[in-house]
């Protein structure tokens, strides 16, 4: 799987939007990129994911660049509870076998939503 | 729908003995696959897998094992424990299809003293 490169941490004040940027430079075309956040002691939370098309869903949207190397999440309206760690995660799509299940989790970027 | 179940959700054990965790995926996911998350480590695999088989196995001693059942439950062992193998260990469940997401459950914290 592709590795990715998140910044460590990012400010955000709550109400505005939070764009998450994540480079994912070596991506192959059979990879998808996906989203989780992490709140504090809790299993991780899906968020999203996509191929290269942008998509949305009712928490938040994702950007990924015409080349795929970079993609943005963007949560429009930051709350406090979106405070959490956000991992970007790149996964093979291809069939036939392939283990799906495995996610290669790097550091991610801690997400401080201010009042 | 229920989510991916863990149980227990504390588990505080001696070094040497064993343990016993146990998942329940959300309905009609028959891929499983666990992790362990310690603060020094982060998000670690350890395996998944996909009609009782083993999929893919992340890089741990023997001492962790896993299986799944045919209804898609799983558990996973560690033997002969070690204060380092004290950590949140977490299941996620999948459809075993890229095009989906993996869904986690709330994890088991193991404490070995």
């Known amino acids: 799987d592709a590795k990715t490169t998140q910044p460590p941490s990012m400010d955000c004040a709550e109400g505005r939007a939070a764009n998450l940027p994540c480079n994912h430079s070596?991506?192959?075309?059979?990879?998808?990129v996906y989203w989780y956040r992490q709140i504090h002691s809790q299993g991780p939370q899906y968020i999203i994911h996509?191929?290269?098309n942008n998509e949305t869903n009712e928490m938040a949207s994702l950007i990924i660049t015409e080349d795929r190397k970079s993609s943005t999440l963007i949560l429009p309206h930051a709350t406090l509870r979106d405070t959490a760690v956000y991992y970007c995660?790149?996964?093979?799509?291809?069939?036939?076998?392939?283990?799906?299940?495995?996610?290669?989790f790097g550091q991610g970027t801690i997400l401080t939503v201010h009042p | 729908k229920a989510g991916v179940t863990q149980t227990p959700r504390y588990l505080i054990k001696t070094r040497g003995q064993q343990v016993t965790l146990s998942c329940s995926p959300i309905?009609?996911?028959?891929?499983v696959s666990w992790y362990q998350q310690t603060p020094g480590q982060g998000l670690q695999f350890l395996f998944e897998?996909?009609?009782?088989?083993?999929?893919n196995k992340g890089n741990f001693p023997g001492r962790f094992s896993g299986r799944q059942f045919s209804n898609s439950r799983s558990e996973m062992n560690v033997s002969t424990l070690e204060l380092g193998d004290s950590a949140l260990y977490l299941c996620?469940?999948?459809?075993?299809?890229?095009?989906?997401?993996?869904?986690f459950g709330q994890g088991t914290r193991l404490t070995v003293v």
């Open positions: 995660i790149v996964r093979v799509a291809s069939a036939g076998g392939t283990s799906y299940g495995k996610l290669t």
């Open positions: 309905s009609g996911h028959r891929s």
């Open positions: 996509g191929l290269k």
């Open positions: 996620a469940s999948s459809l075993f299809n890229p095009g989906q997401g993996t869904f």
């Open positions: 897998y996909f009609s009782e088989t083993q999929r």
């Open positions: 070596t991506i192959s075309g059979n990879e998808y």
